[in-house]
Every structure is written in structure tokens, then in C-alpha cells.
């Protein structure tokens, strides 16, 4: 088992949470997250440094996490205060469709950028997305991401995992989109009956055959879209008639 590591000054109540290679803590001081790894996994986090880095040199985007530099053998992040999506489903029942259509929005923009910087992903899922006090979405965790065609060091379960073979390629986040956009339409995960990693839900994507989505109106095609591989670009399902055209039309139905 990994070794537990804290950074100078924090302690094991300032957790907010962590996964296979490292832990995410609060600096009350500051009121931002210090990402670091255990024992043996320094890797990922200088592969998230760097990303972060590049993140930063372009001029950044609002649907990702502000980098403020490293810190001892992790790195400092912005804090968004009000967690990540999939835990905010299970408070918060009463989503209006304007903010489901701001979220959709903002973490495809957020994708193209990060697909521009030659980083994919690999695990786009409700869970790396959290939520600033604004209500704004934010694309983080970015530890097991590829860089310039690097090997990803994760994973996305198999609710989100394209059923191709290269692990590498923009697809891999396309087709976790359209399963993160189903997320936020309907507050569960595709195949939410199943185990996360029942292989029956990758045979059942290798099938084409995907959960139900005409119900969620023309949102739901974008999903599908994404799912039977219609999108070479993360652009694609926002520039084209897709999410601009779907959030113009609901705003003025609206008004």
C-alpha cells in the first residue's frame, strides 16, 4: 500500500480526498488545494506539473483549475469549493437545465483547449469535475493524463471508456464526454444498475448498443453523437450545431 505523505504544515483533517497516487489537501491559509503524491508515485505528479504548466503558458482556460505553482514535491491548485459534480447530484435534486446546459458547456470548452495543448485526458468523468462557489464547472486531475502522446498512467471506468484501441487519441475524451454529458442530464452514470467495471457495459458499447437518450431531447443526440464516434474534435460538438446552437435556442425559448 502506498505510503500517506503531508505536505509542510497540513495534516491528515485538512484531506479533502485522494486516489491511487497521491492526496489532495487544504491550505486554509491561502484557501487553495496542495496536490501530492505518495511514496513512489512522484511520476504522476510531475507529468500533472507539466501539464499545468503548458495550461499556463497558453494563457489558461475558465473551465480549468488555476495552477499557482508547485509546492514541495506536489503542486498548488485553486480551490473549488463546492466539490465535484457526481457528490453535488447526490445533495442538490433540483438542477435547473440552465445550469446543466452552462456545465456542458464549459467542460467541452474546457476539453478543446486541453486537447489543443496535445494532452488527453483519460478519465473525463463527473468525478474530475468540480464546481467553484459561482456554480461554474472546472475540469481537474490530470495525474494520469497523455502528454504528447505519452502513455496515460489511468484509466476511465468502463462507463466511460471508449471501447477502441488507442488510448491515446482525442476519441478516448470524446466518447467519456458524451458519458459525462449523460451524467449531468440525468444525475447517474450509463449503465448505473451495473458495477463500474462490469465488462458487460464495455460488450454493450462495442455493440453500439448505448443507454436511452431520445428522452433528454437534442442534447441527448449530442451524447449519442459522442458515443458512435460523430465528433473528430471536442470544437466539433461545441462550434458545430451542437452545444452553441442547443444553449442559443433554450435562452431565447426561455425568455
Given at each position: 500500500m502506498a505510503q500517506i505523505r503531508f505536505p509542510a504544515g497540513l495534516k491528515m483533517s485538512d484531506c479533502l480526498g485522494g486516489g491511487l497516487t497521491g492526496m489532495a489537501y487544504l491550505d486554509e491559509t491561502s484557501n487553495t488545494v496542495i496536490k501530492f503524491p505518495h511514496e513512489g508515485d512522484e511520476p504522476a505528479i510531475d507529468v500533472e506539473r507539466r501539464i499545468y504548466e503548458r495550461f499556463q503558458h497558453h494563457g489558461g482556460h475558465r473551465g480549468l483549475l488555476q495552477y499557482h505553482g508547485p509546492f514541495e514535491l506536489g503542486i498548488r491548485l485553486e480551490y473549488a469549493g463546492l466539490g465535484n459534480l457526481r457528490a453535488y447530484f447526490k445533495i442538490d435534486n433540483k438542477i435547473h437545465a440552465e445550469d446543466r446546459f452552462r456545465w456542458s458547456q464549459q467542460i467541452t470548452s474546457a476539453l478543446a483547449f486541453v486537447h489543443s495543448m496535445n494532452v488527453i485526458h483519460g478519465d473525463l468523468t463527473c468525478h474530475n469535475v468540480c464546481?467553484?462557489?459561482?456554480?461554474?464547472?472546472?475540469?481537474?486531475?490530470?495525474?494520469?493524463?497523455?502528454?504528447?502522446?505519452?502513455?496515460?498512467?489511468?484509466?476511465?471506468?468502463?462507463?466511460?471508456?471508449?471501447?477502441?484501441?488507442?488510448?491515446?487519441?482525442?476519441?478516448?475524451?470524446?466518447?467519456?464526454?458524451?458519458?459525462?454529458?449523460?451524467?449531468?442530464?440525468?444525475?447517474?452514470?450509463?449503465?448505473?444498475?451495473?458495477?463500474?467495471?462490469?465488462?458487460?457495459?464495455?460488450?454493450?458499447?462495442?455493440?453500439?448498443?448505448?443507454?436511452?437518450?431520445?428522452?433528454?431531447?437534442?442534447?441527448?443526440?449530442?451524447?449519442?453523437?459522442?458515443?458512435?464516434?460523430?465528433?473528430?474534435?471536442?470544437?466539433?460538438?461545441?462550434?458545430?450545431?451542437?452545444?452553441?446552437?442547443?444553449?442559443?435556442?433554450?435562452?431565447?425559448?426561455a425568455a
Amino acid at each position: 500500500m502506498a505510503q500517506i505523505r503531508f505536505p509542510a504544515g497540513l495534516k491528515m483533517s485538512d484531506c479533502l480526498g485522494g486516489g491511487l497516487t497521491g492526496m489532495a489537501y487544504l491550505d486554509e491559509t491561502s484557501n487553495t488545494v496542495i496536490k501530492f503524491p505518495h511514496e513512489g508515485d512522484e511520476p504522476a505528479i510531475d507529468v500533472e506539473r507539466r501539464i499545468y504548466e503548458r495550461f499556463q503558458h497558453h494563457g489558461g482556460h475558465r473551465g480549468l483549475l488555476q495552477y499557482h505553482g508547485p509546492f514541495e514535491l506536489g503542486i498548488r491548485l485553486e480551490y473549488a469549493g463546492l466539490g465535484n459534480l457526481r457528490a453535488y447530484f447526490k445533495i442538490d435534486n433540483k438542477i435547473h437545465a440552465e445550469d446543466r446546459f452552462r456545465w456542458s458547456q464549459q467542460i467541452t470548452s474546457a476539453l478543446a483547449f486541453v486537447h489543443s495543448m496535445n494532452v488527453i485526458h483519460g478519465d473525463l468523468t463527473c468525478h474530475n469535475v468540480c464546481l467553484d462557489d459561482n456554480q461554474n464547472a472546472k475540469l481537474l486531475d490530470f495525474g494520469g493524463s497523455s502528454l504528447d502522446g505519452s502513455k496515460p498512467l489511468i484509466a476511465a471506468t468502463n462507463s466511460h471508456m471508449w471501447p477502441g484501441d488507442d488510448n491515446k487519441s482525442p476519441q478516448v475524451d470524446i466518447f467519456a464526454l458524451g458519458s459525462t454529458l449523460y451524467e449531468i442530464w440525468t444525475g447517474k452514470p450509463p449503465f448505473y444498475w451495473l458495477e463500474s467495471w462490469d465488462p458487460e457495459i464495455t460488450n454493450s458499447f462495442k455493440r453500439s448498443e448505448f443507454p436511452e437518450t431520445k428522452s433528454l431531447g437534442p442534447i441527448g443526440d449530442v451524447i449519442r453523437g459522442c458515443w458512435q464516434g460523430r465528433f473528430a474534435s471536442a470544437d466539433d460538438v461545441l462550434e458545430g450545431k451542437c452545444l452553441v446552437n442547443l444553449i442559443t435556442c433554450h435562452v431565447t425559448n426561455a425568455a
